[in-house]
């Protein structure tokens, strides 16, 4: 079975901390995405990552792609409140789209 | 912006009842998808359409009938359900059908129905 794993499931941190999420696979992706998704909404696309070692940037969002391209990293910087909400990351080892279990991040104010 | 709509937002029905989620997407895309999200387990995939062709159907029961009369609509016919059949059910549209997990997907916000 191939699967993504998500790393921390759950995360509540203070406004203004740092925190990484990771999501990782025995598999190797040629891209790999990630979502947010609020209370009541669906999920929203932040970014996707292609090559293996690529950063990408997104305000205070930093989105990291493993150099095997198994596994890709994201870290917020300075968290804010309306960071909250469940962040998925998602990728189609062998042409199924298949999505991690989320990570929940709560930044209280 | 929402460009994919999802109605009815909640829906409560006994496990005897006949009752259709919709979805409706203005944005152009070729292929739609159902997903559906329980508590702490990952979005599971149900079914994708390509220009209103089923690809895919993850061995979902046949309970769960979907329907896709055009590239804009998408429906998903429910009938003699389960309890554990509770869940958001996400319908999401892409410009073509995501392979190589490299296409966005655009969701709506989800029906969430509960089952008596």
């Known amino acids: 079975t191939q699967l993504l794993e998500q790393s921390p499931q759950f995360l509540s941190i203070q406004e203004g901390e740092n925190l990484t999420v990771y999501c990782n696979s025995s598999?190797?992706?040629?891209?790999l995405q990630w979502y947010r998704q609020e209370p009541g909404e669906g999920p929203v696309l932040l970014v996707t990552?292609?090559?293996?070692?690529e950063v990408k940037k997104l305000k205070r969002l930093t989105f990291q792609f493993g150099d095997a391209r198994k596994d890709s990293s994201l870290h917020i910087t300075a968290a804010q409140p309306g960071d909250t909400g469940l962040y998925l990351c998602?990728?189609?080892?062998?042409?199924?789209?298949?999505f991690g279990q989320g990570t929940e991040l709560s930044v209280k104010p | 912006e929402t460009g994919v709509t999802q109605t009815p937002r909640h829906l409560v029905m006994g496990m005897t009842n006949k009752k259709s989620l919709k979805c409706e997407q203005h944005?152009?895309?070729?292929?739609m998808y159902w997903y559906k999200q329980s508590a702490k387990k990952p979005l599971e995939l149900m079914f994708v359409?390509?220009?209103?062709?089923?690809?895919e159907n993850n061995s979902v029961p046949s309970r769960f009938s979907p329907e896709c009369p055009n590239s804009s609509h998408l429906f998903l016919h429910l009938h003699t359900l389960q309890p554990e059949d509770s869940a958001l059910y996400l319908c999401?549209?892409?410009?073509?059908?995501?392979?190589?997990?490299?296409?966005?997907?655009?969701f709506g916000d989800g029906t969430r129905l509960s089952i008596l």
């Open positions: 999401a549209s892409s410009q073509v059908v995501a392979k190589r997990g490299n296409q966005p997907q655009h």
């Open positions: 598999s190797v992706f040629s891209s």
């Open positions: 990552v292609v090559t293996g070692g």
């Open positions: 998602a990728g189609a080892p062998g042409g199924k789209l298949i």
């Open positions: 944005l152009g895309h070729n292929a």
């Open positions: 359409y390509n220009f209103k062709e089923q690809t």
